[in-house]
């Protein structure tokens, strides 16, 4: 079974940053993408930041690009998301997301049905 917990998230000035980590129950290092989304009320949820493990190709949303950076820890079956110069806008709860299976080209969009596993998320609150 593959459980994936979130941790990471809090309350932070604009213009500060926090980093949110996913630690994964299994391995799904040997192939597949892994993705932090976001939901904020009265809105849909949104694809941040994705990637695929076994290349490391990366995908970010325009909103994010040059502020939030996505790694991955194999050691640790962990990934993270250093988020940078962060705005009122950024505020949702973000959820970690995988799916064993997926893999992306570098420029391809991801979507939230390409995904099979989500955690409980993480509030992230950005105040002015």
């Known amino acids: 079974r593959v459980y994936l917990v979130e941790s990471g998230g809090g309350s932070v000035q604009a213009g500060g940053s926090l980093r949110l980590s996913c630690a994964a129950s299994?391995?799904?290092?040997?192939?597949?993408?892994m993705a932090w989304f976001r939901q904020a009320p009265g809105k849909e949820r949104e694809a941040v930041a994705a990637?695929?493990?076994?290349?490391?190709?990366?995908y970010y949303a325009d909103s994010v690009k040059g502020r939030f950076a996505i790694s991955q820890d194999n050691a640790k079956n962990t990934v993270y998301l250093q988020m940078n110069n962060l705005k009122p806008e950024d505020t949702a709860m973000y959820y970690c997301?995988?799916?064993?299976?997926?893999?992306?080209?570098?420029?391809?969009?991801?979507?939230?049905?390409?995904?099979?596993?989500w955690g409980q998320g993480t509030q992230v609150t950005v105040f002015s």
């Open positions: 299994d391995n799904t290092y040997s192939g597949g993408s």
């Open positions: 990637i695929y493990i076994a290349l490391g190709i990366t």
């Open positions: 997301a995988e799916n064993e299976a997926l893999a992306f080209s570098a420029g391809a969009k991801v979507a939230a049905s390409d995904f099979r596993r």
